[in-house]
Every structure is written in structure tokens, then in C-alpha cells.
Nanobody
Framework: VQLVDSGGGLVKAGGSLRLSCAAS????????MGWFRQAPGKEREFVAA???????YYADSVTGRFTISRDNAKKSLYLQINNLKVEDTAVYYC?????????????????WGQGTQVTVST
């Protein structure tokens, strides 16, 4: 599967963004999907994941502010980000697994988008 991320930008703290990930290929509905982020000088970290039946998983740092969702008919993945904080600044990547089981570790994902930059200012 090929993934294309979009929706990043420069926003002020407290603002909102909606990231999108468009997938191509077959069997999107049977793949677990995830969002990860990587800040400068830091390792890529788990943000959220969703399996084929839309069970959601979140990192503690984003619970209550981020919402992951998917539209299988459109082969799309979304990340709604509310109440943005400066520490949310990072490149955000969507990722796909070959199976329906969602994981929190990057190495479990087989395909990656190119990333979209989110920058939060004070």
C-alpha cells in the first residue's frame, strides 16, 4: 500500500488541525493503521492506531486531545488534533500494517507516508 500524508501546517498553541492520509492499493479495511511523529533530534514515537473494526489506541500524551479515525470506503485515515501544544511540533507520519492487529511500535508497520510537518507556535 502507498500512503500520502497531508494536512500539516503552522498553528498557534490551542489551535486544531486535521491530518489526512490517503491510501492506494487493496484491502485497506483489513489493515491496522497508525500515526507516529518525530521531533528534531528525537526518535519516532507512537501517537495513535486504529484496527479494521475501528478500535482506537492512543499514546498517553495525546489522549483526550487527538482522535484517530478511518473511512474505509475512501481508503483514508485521519488524525484530528485539538488543543495543540508546542511539544506537539513534529513531522507526523501515517503507517499501515499488513494485518488487522494494531501495534504501538514503529517496526511493526510495513508502509509509511512521506510525513507532514506540524509546527505549533506560542
Amino acid at each position: 500500500v502507498q500512503l500520502v500524508d497531508s494536512g500539516g501546517g503552522l498553528v498557534k498553541a490551542g489551535g486544531s488541525l486535521r491530518l489526512s492520509c490517503a491510501a492506494s492499493g487493496d484491502s485497506f479495511s483489513t489493515k491496522a493503521m497508525g500515526w507516529f511523529r518525530q521531533a528534531p533530534g528525537k526518535e519516532r514515537e507512537f501517537v495513535a492506531a486504529i484496527n479494521g473494526v475501528s478500535t482506537e489506541y492512543y499514546a498517553d500524551s495525546v489522549t483526550g486531545r487527538f482522535t484517530i479515525s478511518r473511512d474505509n470506503a475512501k481508503k483514508s485515515l485521519y488524525l484530528q488534533i485539538n488543543n495543540l501544544k508546542v511539544e506537539d511540533t513534529a513531522v507526523y507520519y501515517c503507517a499501515a500494517r499488513a494485518t488487522d492487529v494494531a501495534y504501538r511500535t514503529a517496526r511493526e508497520y510495513d508502509s509509511w507516508g512521506q510525513g507532514t510537518q506540524v509546527t505549533v507556535s506560542t
